[in-house]
């Protein structure tokens, strides 16, 4: 399912919510707090700053923008959603913008974000930045027109003014997780030789996807030297260990030659929302459904689809609601309290078949 650009999403009219605490029974109570060391009331600081709301655009209310680099393969459908709930909690009108390409579409995000970043009613820009360096100008002008800036899911760690731009995603070195279950699994299914792949794209120049597969890689090495069986195994990664170089057009083709042309894979890992869903459409084409231990990256629909077919063995979720929700609080508080550059990792989560029914109940993967 492809999503359209969303250029008119619904106006938030709720205003900044106050949470105020009862004081019945809990003040009483032993050890409670009732005010500031510094002789201020918590009543009065939690209050929005005045001209929180008339920042930048000066219109009475906040307007924040979130681009991502794919928005037509479900994955960032959740991140939407966790978007849209912050804002509503704060009174913002979020924008949620992306490129409608099921696969990395670096440039259409990047037009995208041209057109925004000089739009006046802008407050703030979440983005993500899978592509080290292409990003900079962008970031240089929302400084000079005054509009914050969050990145969110891909990190590029060149960023300009990358130590001043929160972050909220996951660490590439997550991947070791799926590492070590893939070799668990092989262990668990007493297979004892054979082919282990890594699929990716090194055209696309994505640096998280390419860490993430060289520390599965990694994980997978280690794994079969621990148990004594390393010499068993071809572990191929690529020249660079940053994936064996599949068509990221063709992925689901790519793959099934790959698989055929090795002869004997009993292993496989992808690495983003692209590969790991191919890898699953390949593993059900050639009939080796049980035959491979495959694992990957993401919880999207077709990932999920997978894990509960069998064709897929597991895969990492990164919590992409959290990767909504924080870079739009975060560039709140930027705004209304000056707190900027709180990074939050949202880690990882293994998903096999055991308990992918308790996934995505309340679209939070």
């Known amino acids: 399912m492809k999503h359209p650009i969303v250029t008119h999403p619904l106006v938030l009219a ?26 201020y009331s918590f009543e009065q600081a939690a209050q929005e700053a005045e001209g929180t709301t008339d920042f930048h ?11 991502t680099h794919t928005a037509g393969n479900g994955f960032f459908d959740p991140l939407y959603v966790g978007a849209k709930v912050a804002g509503d909690m704060i009174g913002a009108e979020i924008l949620l913008l992306g490129s409608e390409a099921p696969g990395e579409d670096v440039a259409r995000e990047i037009e995208i974000l041209n057109q925004i970043v000089g739009d006046p009613t802008i407050d703030g820009i979440v983005m993500t930045t899978p592509q080290v360096g ?12 005054g509009i914050p800036v969050a990145t969110t899911n891909s990190y590029d760690p060149a960023l ?11 660490d590439a070195s997550a991947a070791a997780v799926a590492g070590s279950a893939l070799v668990q699994c092989l262990i668990d299914r007493k297979v004892d030789e054979g082919s282990i792949v890594f ?26 030297k621990d148990a004594g069986m390393l010499d068993n ?67 999207g629909p077709a990932q999920l689809e997978g894990l509960k077919s069998g064709d897929l063995t597991g895969a990492l979720g990164q919590q992409p609601f959290l990767q909504g929700f924080w870079p ?29 029914g308790s996934i995505g109940t309340r679209f939070e993967n």
């Open 199 to 224: 699929p990716g794209s090194t055209a696309a120049g994505n640096i998280e996807v390419n860490n993430r597969i060289t520390a599965a890689y990694a994980a997978v090495v280690a794994g079969l």
């Open 14 to 39: 709720l205003g900044s919510a106050l949470i105020i605490l009862p004081a019945t029974g809990a003040a009483a109570q032993s050890g409670s707090v009732s005010k500031a060391v510094g002789g």
């Open 233 to 299: 195994f071809k572990v191929d990664a690529g020249p660079e260990n940053v994936g064996v170089d599949v068509d990221m057009n063709d992925a689901v083709n790519g793959i099934v030659s790959l698989f055929e042309s090795r002869g004997d894979v009993v292993g496989a890992f992808g690495g983003n929302a692209l590969f790991t869903p191919a890898i699953a459409k390949a593993v059900a084409q050639l009939e080796m459904t049980g035959e491979v231990c495959a694992y990957g990256f993401d919880l």
């Open 160 to 170: 300009h003014n990358r130590s001043a731009i929160s972050h909220t995603g996951q």
């Open 57 to 67: 655009s000066a219109d009475g209310h906040l307007t924040f923008a979130i681009v």
């Open 328 to 356: 739009v609080m975060q560039l709140y508080l930027q705004i209304d309290r000056g707190i900027s550059a709180a990074n939050l990792d949202t880690r990882a989560q293994l998903v096999t078949r055991d308990n992918v």
């Open 134 to 145: 292409a990003y900079d100008d962008i970031v240089k002008l929302a400084e000079a027109n």
